[in-house]
């Protein structure tokens, strides 16, 4: 092979070479797509609810769909004198149902059912008394949590807390915003035949007041019926569901856009607000055919 042969056959590779590596550094430098980041929630709920088994089934729901998405469960612990004199009372009112499923998940605490659900997926557990406290602070800054969701309990979120996660709070309401604000709203709704259900709104120094993203009815009284009575407790299972569905939608909305969505504004047209019902409202809700 002549010299000029040789030369031009190590040109040639040399010319390969050179693309080559002028490739490797345009795929290096050009910008990349940015990767979506994951959503980091908190669930917070109380210890003792009159939920059937204590909302398990929601969260039995929305794990098997994200259990990646959920960084701990917060018990606000709420079992004291108060509690479960309460629990005992409850079904002297006739408010028997309600008041045996109060006293079955007193009883079924010492189980963990809830723990043991979340300790499946290697989400920790934790008791607090309250959301405004450094535990809570701490816990959301070192875990980098985005969401805070509140699930059925009657602590006020403090300012402080209100802004320490990235995106921050959202609440299930028992009733349906803008109108409907209070306690039991879905118990009330379903005595007045009206359309009872829930809604998931933004969280901020005012009770029920944030911005509403989700107002999902669930049932009206026919679609509790058992025999001749009307079932507070069978509307309380139908609402679990739609509750765990709708969370989940939602969830994927604000992962997709690291925010919130622009929601909508909560201004009443008429404000209904509705409180724990006394003896005398029992009475009345007994007499229209419902099983408390």
């Not at 028997?96 to 043991?116: D, V, W």
Request: aromatic residues 10%; proline residues 4%; contains cysteine.
């Amino acid at each position: 092979m002549t010299r000029r042969v040789i030369s031009a056959y190590y040109v040639g590779i040399f010319d390969r070479f050179s693309c080559i590596i002028r490739a490797l550094r345009y795929v290096n430098t050009r910008p990349r797509r940015a990767k979506l980041s994951k959503l980091r929630i908190l669930l917070v709920t109380s210890r003792i609810t009159y939920m059937p088994e204590n909302y398990l089934a929601l969260f039995e729901s929305f794990l098997n769909k994200r259990a990646d998405w959920v960084k701990g469960l917060v018990l606000l612990d709420n079992l004291d004198k108060k509690t479960l004199l309460q629990s005992l009372g409850l079904p002297l009112l006739g408010v028997r149902k309600l008041g045996l499923q109060l006293i079955k998940n007193i009883l079924e605490t010492p189980l963990k059912k809830r723990e043991i659900l979340f300790e499946k997926y290697n989400i920790p557990t934790m008791t607090w008394d309250t959301m405004n406290s450094e535990s809570a602070l701490d816990f959301v800054d070192r875990h980098s949590i985005d969401l805070i969701i509140n699930l059925r309990t009657r602590c006020i979120y403090k300012s402080e807390i209100l802004n320490a996660p990235k995106i921050g709070c959202l609440n299930i309401h028992h009733g349906l915003l803008p109108n409907y604000k209070g306690t039991f709203c879905d118990l009330y709704a379903l005595t007045e035949n009206r359309d009872a259900g829930f809604s998931i709104h933004e969280m901020n120094e005012k009770i029920d007041a944030g911005k509403i993203h989700k107002i999902i009815p669930v049932a009206k009284k026919e679609d509790i019926r058992v025999k001749n009575k009307f079932c507070y407790l069978k509307y309380l299972s139908l609402t679990s569901e739609k509750e765990a569905a709708a969370l989940f939608e939602l969830c994927q909305e604000i992962e997709k856009l690291n925010k919130f969505p622009e929601g909508l504004p909560n201004n009443p047209t008429k404000k209904v607000f509705t409180k724990n019902p006394d003896r005398k409202k029992i009475k009345t809700f007994l007499n229209k055919g419902f099983l408390l």
